[in-house]
């Protein structure tokens, strides 16, 4: 009784006579049963290996399999230099081509000096800026007395201090009075003795 089944990572996988589901995909179908129990971590180690080494083998077989003779050390060397400037070429024509795509895509990188370097601000630390700076000019003026408030406040205060000097003249008057009063009735009980 074999049935298909698909796993989370799409291999197509198949269930024996056991119920156990064997992989019907020829890379994963030539592993033995002890392979199956490894993790996904092994997995990923040995695949990253074996393109390393198909990679290497390749390039080995590019070299070899060439019609060319032996190359020199020197000329491999050559070689390579020349195929990297090819690739920083391509990569660059790429970045010029991911700039048409995206627009706000940045090749310019900040350095550690553009840090110190003023920086525009924002629209809110500018309302704040000028709320700020505003409110200094205010106070200046009103300081100075050059407000319609502190002219107000001034007005007022200069009122009160009439008010408490009229107030001060008013007392002294009055204890100038009750002193001379106090004066003219000791004259008058001295003056009374006498007689």
Same mark, same amino acid.
Do not use: C, F
């Given at each position: ?64 399999? /060439?019609?060319?003779? #032996? %190359? *020199? +050390?020197? @000329? =491999?060397?050559?070689?390579?230099? $020349? !195929? &990297? ?30 840090? /110190?370097?003023?920086? #525009? %601000? *924002? +629209?809110? @630390? =500018?309302?704040?800026?000028?709320? $700020? !700076? &505003? ?47 106090? !004066? ?12």
């Amino acid at each position: 009784m074999l049935t298909s089944v698909t796993s989370a990572n799409s291999k197509v996988m198949t269930l024996d006579e056991n119920g156990t589901a064997v992989s019907q995909d020829k890379r994963w179908a030539r592993r033995g049963d002890d392979d199956e129990e490894k993790d996904s971590d092994d997995e990923d180690e040995e695949s990253e290996e074996e393109e390393e080494e198909s990679s290497e083998e390749e390039e080995e077989g590019a070299e070899g399999t /060439s019609n060319q003779p #032996e %190359l *020199t +050390r020197a @000329e =491999r060397k050559a070689l390579k230099k $020349k !195929e &990297a400037e090819q690739k920083q070429q391509q990569a660059a024509l790429n970045e010029e081509d991911a700039d048409l795509i995206n627009p706000n895509h940045v090749t310019k990188k900040m350095n550690i000096s553009d840090l /110190s370097a003023p920086r #525009e %601000l *924002t +629209r809110r @630390e =500018r309302q704040v800026k000028e709320k $700020k !700076e &505003a409110q200094d000019r205010y106070w200046k003026l009103h300081v100075q007395g050059k407000t319609d408030q502190a002219k107000s406040d001034l007005a007022r205060l200069a009122k009160i201090k009439a008010e408490r000097e009229a107030a001060q003249a008013r007392r002294k008057a009055e204890t100038d009075a009750k002193a001379a009063e106090i !004066e003219e009735k000791k004259k008058a009980a001295a003056a009374g003795r006498r007689i």
